[in-house]
């Protein structure tokens, strides 16, 4: 549903009809383009080639048994680097010193003495020594902390639910506080990169807490909502606040001279496009083919692929409640079919079942399994 890296797309292969448009597609891959899972007969999953995935239905898809992925990390190097690109713009006032030697006269005689004159007005500041507040250490938040360090730059960080695998991989002298109040008081500047969820980090740098940030910048190249724009213009109209770097606009951030509003380029590399694209891609084919589940964003991880010997593969999606297991097991129990292998996994709201036999499976089991109460959807893969 948007122009996807053909680094990706190769990877579907001969057996696969891929396509701009199609009526009853098995799979939809996506970047920014607005999915709605409803408008879709038969959809089996959606990949988000990119972190974010509030432009697809994840309720909706999750009642319907629409498998959701994202790629998270495959971008994550591309952003962290334009986070400190603009930051280093920003404090260097590198846009406007170019654009204000762009409009000089050409046919100033005198052009490099008003240069070296005009120079002056952009005297910056250096980010050495300075203080980057992290909130998120994610892979893209880990990565900002590691090449603010590369900088020479105090970093002090937070995440309500630490990744011990990214933990593992932050610089050992990243301070890591245990509350976003710690970050926002001792930071020169500060940058978020969490998840939006509704009612969870919307808002989460508000007029409450941001009263203890004596800074001078806030950047937000995660997502919109995440920090209170109303919050923002009260800062800057009280000059508590020289800069707000972001990517998500709104009509009034336009007319703001203190608030800089890029174009969302954090993934806009090829590079980053590629990783995304692959990534998507590879977690489309294992689902489809083999009922894998890695990177989703509304199914639990279940990373197993069938032995040789198995016929069938059969994918059972429930709501989670207790015995579906048994329930699922006496199905085949009572069809004299004996269970090669059942692997299940539970995330509080889907429960994901696969079950490999060594032999076909009729109609007769999947029908009897849709009827049990609380499946939400069932599906056999032959191999």
């Not at 959809?43 to 498998?67: E, H, M, P, W, Y």
């Not at 707000?244 to 890029?262: C, E, H, M």
């Amino acid at each position: 549903m948007n122009n996807i890296s053909q680094k990706g797309l190769g990877l579907f292969g001969k057996d696969y009809e891929v396509s701009e448009s199609m009526e009853s597609p098995d799979a939809i891959l996506v970047r920014s383009a607005q999915v709605d899972t409803d408008s879709f007969d038969g959809l089996l999953a959606v990949a988000r080639a990119g972190a974010g995935v509030n432009n697809i239905t994840i309720d909706k898809a999750s009642s319907k048994g629409i498998c959701v992925f994202n790629t998270p990390g495959a971008n994550a190097n591309a952003v962290a680097e334009l986070v400190m690109t603009i930051l280093g713009m920003e404090v260097r006032h590198v846009a406007e010193a170019e654009a204000w030697v762009k409009a000089l006269d050409p046919n100033d005689p005198a052009l490099d003495k008003t240069i070296e004159k005009g120079k002056k007005m952009f005297s910056g500041t250096e980010l050495s020594g300075k203080t980057l507040g992290v909130i998120g250490l994610g892979k893209i938040g880990v990565l900002v902390s590691n090449y603010a360090r590369w900088k020479n730059m105090n970093v002090v960080a937070y995440d309500p639910y630490p990744s011990a695998a990214n933990m593992h991989k932050l610089s050992n002298v990243v301070t890591v506080v245990k509350t976003i109040d710690e970050v926002i008081a001792k930071s020169d500047f500060l940058t978020v990169h969490v998840p939006f969820i509704k009612g969870v980090t919307e808002n989460m740098l508000n007029e409450k807490n941001l009263a203890a940030f004596k800074g001078s910048i806030i950047m937000n190249f995660a997502r919109g909502g995440i920090v209170n724009m109303d919050t923002v213009y009260k800062m800057i109209d009280e000059n508590r606040l020289s800069a707000y770097l972001t990517d998500f606009a709104d009509a009034k951030s336009l007319q703001n001279p203190k608030i800089k509003v890029f174009p969302h380029l954090g993934a806009s590399t090829e590079e980053a496009e590629e990783n995304c694209a692959v990534m998507a891609v590879e977690e489309l084919k294992d689902y489809l083919e083999f009922g894998v589940v890695r990177n989703s964003v509304n199914f639990p991880p279940l990373d197993s692929f069938p032995h040789a010997e198995v016929k069938s593969r059969v994918v059972v999606i429930n709501q989670d409640v207790p015995n579906m297991i048994a329930e699922i097991t006496k199905v085949f129990g009572a069809a004299n079919i004996n269970i090669a292998s059942f692997s299940n996994k539970s995330n509080g709201k889907i429960g994901y079942n696969l079950i490999d036999v060594e032999s076909s499976v009729d109609d007769s089991i999947i029908d009897a399994l849709k009827k049990l109460d609380k499946v939400i959807r069932v599906r056999v893969i032959h191999f």
